[in-house]
């Protein structure tokens, strides 16, 4: 993973933006849902003691990733893309 970009603590807009080759890392504060809206995003979990290792994935256009509250993600744009950081439906 190239370029690091860390974010603030501070809720995210409603849609996010990463170049090619850019990083973020999020923890969500409540439940989330990561929809990607254009692009193609490389999302890696963070690590909990006591569970499997997180598998990578590869998320296109469409695709929603679930987080829970206090869970973590690493993505990697593998193209100009973005993505919205939603709470979940009641």
Same mark, same amino acid.
Request: neutral net charge; proline residues 8%.
């Given at each position: 993973?190239? @370029?690091? !970009? &860390?974010? #603030? *603590? /501070? =809720?995210?807009?409603? @849609?996010? !933006? =990463?170049?090619?080759? &850019?990083?973020? !890392?999020?923890?969500? %504060?409540?439940?989330?849902? =990561?929809?990607?809206? &254009?692009?193609?995003?490389?999302?890696?979990?963070?690590?909990? +003691?006591? @569970?499997? %290792?997180?598998?990578?994935?590869?998320?296109?256009?469409?695709? $929603?990733?679930?987080? /829970?509250?206090? *869970?973590? +993600?690493? =993505? *990697?744009?593998? $193209? %100009? #893309?973005?993505? $919205?950081?939603? $709470? %979940?439906?009641?």
């Amino acid at each position: 993973m190239s @370029q690091r !970009h &860390q974010s #603030s *603590e /501070a =809720l995210p807009p409603a @849609q996010w !933006h =990463l170049a090619r080759g &850019q990083t973020l !890392h999020r923890v969500a %504060p409540q439940a989330r849902v =990561l929809r990607v809206r &254009q692009g193609a995003l490389w999302a890696t979990r963070d690590a909990r +003691v006591g @569970q499997a %290792p997180s598998d990578d994935l590869v998320l296109g256009p469409g695709a $929603e990733l679930w987080l /829970a509250r206090g *869970e973590g +993600v690493v =993505l *990697e744009a593998f $193209e %100009p #893309s973005a993505f $919205e950081w939603l $709470e %979940p439906a009641r």
